[in-house]
Nanobody, 125 residues
Framework: QVQLVESGGGLVQAGGSLRLSCADS????????MGWFRQAPGKEREFVAA????????VYADAVKGRFTISRDNAKNTLYLQMNSLKPEDTALYYC??????????????????WGQGTQVTVST
């Protein structure tokens, strides 16, 4: 069983930084592809970033490329999302997700099996 708990969200001014964490209490974290998604009010959930099971391959949405960095520490069962140069349009509820073992990062939400409850990120002007 996989249980995901996000933390690190908050209120930040435009141009600032936040680091999100996702703690996985399951026993198979090191074998799961992991990802971050976000959902803004009135909008559909969208892909943000993903990382493969060993952490050597990552992929990003165009909107965050060059500003966000996804990483993982398999020894700590934790996924991270470092967010720099934040913009008001980054405001959303951010979710981490766990998928199956995969050599390639997973972009599609339907390919993830487990989801956290989300952590709110609000970027003010």
């Amino acid at each position: 069983q996989v249980q995901l708990v996000e933390s690190g969200g908050g209120l930040v001014q435009a141009g600032g930084s936040l680091r999100l964490s996702c703690a996985d209490s399951g026993r198979t974290f090191s074998r799961n592809g992991m990802g971050w998604f976000r959902q803004a009010p009135g909008k559909e959930r969208e892909f943000v970033a993903a990382i493969n099971w060993i952490g050597r391959s990552t992929v990003y949405a165009d909107a965050v490329k060059g500003r966000f960095t996804i990483s993982r520490d398999n020894a700590k069962n934790t996924l991270y999302l470092q967010m720099n140069s934040l913009k008001p349009e980054d405001t959303a509820l951010y979710y981490c997700a766990a998928g199956k073992l995969s050599l390639a990062p997973i972009r599609k939400a339907d390919d993830y099996d487990y989801w956290g409850q989300g952590t709110q990120v609000t970027v003010s002007t």
